[in-house]
């Protein structure tokens, strides 16, 4: 499947760095530990936990090989208006046919639907 955006996603930018070329992603925890928590308040959960919120492409990786039921805020990843991080949801369950498609969410929004994907480290 094709993912889509109802935004221009070339207005996405990581602020956080990984490796050139391909790598693994170690211990990723998929969003659910921060479901129902803002992604301003995950961050600061998951950098206690000195972990790093996965980039966009990240939850793009991780939606395609793993049965998400959320949507995934992408905190390594920002949107070009102030506060806001990309992210990945797999579609509306409720509707078949909806796609999957790249998000965008506040900073300090919160949503039950919502958790922020981290992983251990890159290599």
Same mark, same amino acid.
């Given at each position: 499947?094709?993912?889509?955006?109802?935004?221009?996603?070339?207005?996405? &930018? %990581?602020?956080?760095?990984?490796?050139?070329?391909? &790598?693994?992603?170690? %211990? /990723?925890?998929d969003? @659910?530990?921060?479901?129902?928590?803002?992604?301003?308040?995950?961050? =600061?959960?998951?950098?206690? *936990?000195? !972990?790093s919120g996965?980039?966009?492409?990240?939850?793009?990786?991780? #939606?395609?090989?793993? =049965?998400? !039921?959320?949507?995934?805020? =992408?905190?390594?990843?920002? &949107?070009?208006?102030?506060?806001? /991080? =990309?992210?990945?949801?797999?579609?509306?369950? *409720?509707?078949?046919?909806?796609?999957? @498609?790249? /998000?965008?969410s506040?900073?300090?929004?919160?949503?039950?639907?919502? #958790?922020?994907?981290?992983?251990?480290? @890159?290599?």
């Amino acid at each position: 499947k094709a993912v889509h955006a109802d935004f221009n996603p070339a207005k996405i &930018y %990581d602020v956080v760095k990984a490796p050139d070329g391909c &790598y693994w992603l170690i %211990d /990723v925890e998929d969003g @659910r530990e921060t479901l129902e928590k803002s992604p301003n308040k995950a961050e =600061a959960l998951i950098k206690e *936990q000195k !972990r790093s919120g996965l980039m966009v492409a990240e939850t793009i990786a991780l #939606g395609a090989h793993t =049965a998400l !039921r959320h949507c995934v805020d =992408a905190l390594g990843s920002r &949107y070009n208006i102030d506060g806001c /991080v =990309a992210g990945f949801s797999r579609g509306d369950e *409720q509707e078949p046919h909806s796609l999957p @498609r790249l /998000v965008i969410s506040g900073i300090n929004s919160i949503s039950p639907s919502h #958790g922020s994907a981290s992983c251990l480290l @890159r290599i």
